[in-house]
């Protein structure tokens, strides 16, 4: 299910206000997800590089206490690695703010937060927010409560 950060669909926030629309949004779903819940908060980073450096700069910014988890080529035939970055902290909302402002600003991408499980997933973007939950009565149910958040499209992007 996908979930705008801004009424109308608008892509980026511009104002305190509409930042605080935006990390209201994501820790709202966020908290349904996984109140009182420890999660893991991955982040990447992308270079040519198969050893990444020890804390990229942005990591340390944007994703505090992340460690490197591993590494993997990005395409069979590309020279481009992901390196993937972790921790795991009791969710709270604002814990990662932060972050997920550096996501609503396009700073940071391809951040996922999820359960221990992986039976909840909860992947910002720029724009928004994709969830993929448990089971299609828990999807239903969400997208029920926030019906408003939802993108008017028929396919629902």
């Given amino acids: 299910m996908r979930f705008h950060s801004?009424?109308?669909?608008?892509?980026?926030?511009?104002?305190?206000?509409?930042?605080?629309t935006v990390l209201s949004r994501y820790n709202t779903v966020l908290e349904e997800l996984f109140a009182g819940q420890d999660v893991y908060v991955?982040?990447?980073d992308w270079n040519e590089h198969p050893v990444p450096d020890p804390r990229p700069i942005d990591h340390e910014r944007w994703?505090?206490?992340?460690?490197?988890?591993?590494?993997?080529?990005?395409?069979?035939?590309?020279?481009?690695?992901?390196?993937?970055?972790?921790?795991?902290v009791r969710w709270k909302t604002g814990c990662?703010?932060?972050?997920?402002?550096?996501v609503a600003d396009d700073r940071?991408?391809?951040?996922?937060?999820?359960d221990e499980l992986v039976r909840r997933v909860h992947h910002p973007y720029d724009g928004g927010a994709d969830v993929?939950?448990?089971?299609?009565d828990e999807r239903d149910r969400m997208r029920e409560r926030h019906r408003d958040w939802?993108?008017?499209h028929p396919l629902g992007l």
């Avoid at 990662?96 to 550096?102: I, M, Q, S």
Wanted: glycine fraction near 6%; avoid cysteine; aromatic fraction near 10%.
């Fill in 150 to 152: 939802l993108s008017a």
């Fill in 132 to 136: 993929l939950l448990a089971d299609r």
């Fill in 96 to 102: 990662v703010d932060v972050l997920l402002r550096a």
């Fill in 6 to 20: 801004l009424p109308g669909s608008k892509r980026y926030p511009e104002t305190e206000d509409q930042y605080a």
């Fill in 42 to 44: 991955i982040s990447p």
């Fill in 63 to 88: 994703h505090p206490g992340a460690r490197f988890w591993t590494s993997v080529r990005a395409d069979p035939g590309s020279e481009v690695y992901t390196h993937l970055y972790v921790s795991r």
């Fill in 108 to 114: 940071m991408a391809g951040v996922v937060i999820t």
